[in-house]
Nanobody, 115 residues
Framework: QVQLVESGGGLVQPGGSLRLSCAAS????????MGWYRQAPGKQRELVAT???????NYADSVKGRFTVSRSNAKNTMYLQMNSLKPEDTAVYYC?????????WGQGTQVTVSS
């Protein structure tokens, strides 16, 4: 079993920044790639960014240049630095860790961008 716990969400004004964290525990040896997804009200969950165990990253076009994903394998934690936030970034952000056995998800953290 793998447990993922997100933190760092909140309310921020447009143009502001937030840093999300995702702490992994349990049987994490099988985790190679981790990712951030988000789901806005009335919309499907979408990929935001992924990062491999070696640090290779991939981003959705909508966040390129504004968001940065990173991870600390020593701390079993993944981060998402979000800058220049826009109202359309408002969503629940989820941490994901796919394995051969199953997909693991965190409980989500709310990010609201509003003035």
């Amino acid at each position: 079993q793998v447990q993922l716990v997100e933190s760092g969400g909140g309310l921020v004004q447009p143009g502001g920044s937030l840093r999300l964290s995702c702490a992994a525990s349990g049987n994490i040896v099988s985790i190679y790639t981790m990712g951030w997804y988000r789901q806005a009200p009335g919309k499907q969950r979408e990929l935001v960014a992924t990062i491999t165990s070696r640090g290779s990253t991939n981003y959705a076009d909508s966040v390129k240049g504004r968001f940065t994903v990173s991870r600390s394998n020593a701390k079993n934690t993944m981060y998402l630095q979000m800058n220049s936030l826009k109202p359309e970034d408002t969503a629940v952000y989820y941490c994901n860790a796919p394995t051969i056995a199953t997909d693991y998800w965190g409980q989500g953290t709310q990010v609201t961008v509003s003035s």
